[in-house]
């Protein structure tokens, strides 16, 4: 039996372990580096490997492997084993210090963005120590960031670390300007909320689409969707429960703490949240829970999909990263508070949000870019591509005061003097309401809800640090020269308001209106993937990433141009995966179907002519008129993939792939649906939408 306060974290070499396990002073040098993110002494690591290696041979584990997340946005690792021989054949089990902090597991395989063409080959591993040590299936893993020989970021975790650094540095400064220069260090939570589709194996089995991309590339739309709305928050099926207790259970294990569960808008799919954390550690554990998923999920007869968009036509996955800063101290620096210095301070911050929302509209967007999400982003079901700050009525009116430094005008409030009045205050649950904004004031956190169901949720939240970090920065370079703190307060917030209200937005973002108005207001609508990438490698952007030590040119622009290489490669694998399955599933059953109404009419037409063929004949020059349609289709998508090996530039390319090739599989899939709607069932190759959505019973 699972005994959630014993077992929550039993496979984690966490603070309870270390401080069981470590002597007193290895313990305590440990902890000054968790909190400051220095690096470690050899001395400390060697004693700490021994006891995670004892701790971890009790429960059985042989081996152990540097976890890390390399640009492939999956997490990779490389087994060894404890093992050592000794001169007289014995062997022992050992784990050095020097093991501990750093690998080198080949990076040749890896995606670097052409940094290995310039720099060596060579890669390494080096744990962060914030990051806990973990047991999974039966391997002590140990949390890592991956960099080249030269120290380039090769992975998701670096930039992460730096721009917590960078936010605590920027961060601190304000703290000190309100008088609080204790030792209590800035830092981002995140709580992400993962959607995700479960359905039956033997569907998916029977779908290459799902299985090769993740998403169908066929299917018309089920006679019934989710149109009732009978799915969400619905009762949850036995066998889905089983999957989500096995689910939590092992989460819990592993020290994740999996909270809410739920079921989602469409059919056969759900969502689970956990409780908030430190962003490196629930950026790990969002990757494990991604993990533990796809792992569990074939043990109850189910594949779990995580893709942005499975079914067209149905909702969509996405992942809300619900974003808040504090001190160490466990301070909410987002949270209004309930006095005047407090609400000074939150406005403070709040306003560095608004800023930097505002001024880096292209990075927040370009920090959710994959081709996946460019299908979610504007559906109907997630925010459109146009960023915005939902802040909820209350909260803006009290900006407005401010701004206006007088009474606004149509509501009888006094203007807000900072450090002096008390914010009035605002119903909390009334800032939840707007479901359709990309960016939502939640009462003391922010949610970004245009992060892909699948994405690392490094790439948002480095951003998110960075772009609050700077503002934040600054803030501080005008504050701290100023001789009146509070009259300089009031005017900083006046004056951020007044340059940047242009980003708050409370209304509907769904209705066709805004973007219109979003246009007036010179917000910018990027749509596609190609039209937003480029922009990572402007100079202002890289100017923001190298003065805050997060991102350099050279880490930049591999960057762009591997996540550029991925939207190509994402789609080039989905365009031959939708021929190959034309040609060798598709045509086949047209085939069949068509002999099958052909020999039909012409039975009819032989026994005699005074029979009514008119069904027959329809239903043959349909099939005739589409199989017409579905050839020059695939033509052209076989043409447009051809044409493809000149399309020059990566950049180029990627606007090629998600123009020619993307409309040209469009086309090709609208001539399969509609073949899907009258070729009978049993010749129809793929398992329908109907079918795999209803498959968990
Ligand atoms: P919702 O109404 O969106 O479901 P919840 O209050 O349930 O909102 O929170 C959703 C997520 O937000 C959870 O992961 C939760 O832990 C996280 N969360 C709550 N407070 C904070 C905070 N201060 N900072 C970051 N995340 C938070
Ligand atoms: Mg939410």
Redesign the pocket.
Known sequence: MFNITEDFGSLVFNDRVMRERLPREIYVSLRKTFRTLAPLDIGVANVVANAMKNWAVEKGVTHFTHWFQPMTGVTAEKHESFLATKSDGRVIMEFSGKELVKGEPDASSFPTGGIRATFEARGYTAWDPTSYAFIKANVLCIPTAFYSYSGEALDKKTPLLRSMMALNKEGRRILKLFGESGDAEVLA?????QEYFLVDQSVYDKRPDLIYCGRTLFGSRPPKGQELDDHYFGAIKPRVAAFMQDLDETLWRLGIPS??KHNEVAPAQHEL????ETVNIATDHNQLIMEVMKMIAPRHGLACLLHEKPFAGVNGNGK?N???I?TSAGE?L??PGSTPAENARFLLFLCAVIKAVDEHQDLLRLSVATAANDHRLGANEAPPAIISIFLGEELTDILETIKSGSNYEKKDNAPVRLGVDVLPAFPRDAT?RNRTSPFAF?G??F?FRMVGSSLSISGPNFVLNTIVADALAGFADELEKAKDFNAALQTLVKKTIEKHERIIFNYNNYAEEWVSEAEKRGLLNLLSTPDVLPRFTSEENIALFEKHSVLSRTEIVSRTELLLENYIKTIHIEALTMIDLVHRRIIPAVLSYTSKTLAALNLKQNAAASLDASLETTLAERLSGLSGTLQKDLDNLEDAIMRAADCGETADCAAYYGTEVFYSMQALRGAVDELETIVGSEDWPLPSYAEILYSVK
């Not at 939570?189 to 909320?193: I, K, P, S, T």
């Not at 949240?273 to 908030?276: F, K, M, S």
């Open positions: 939570n995140v709580g992400a909320e909270k809410t949240a956990a409780i908030y809300h619900n974003w808040s504090s909410n987002l949270d939840d939640t003391n956190k949610e």
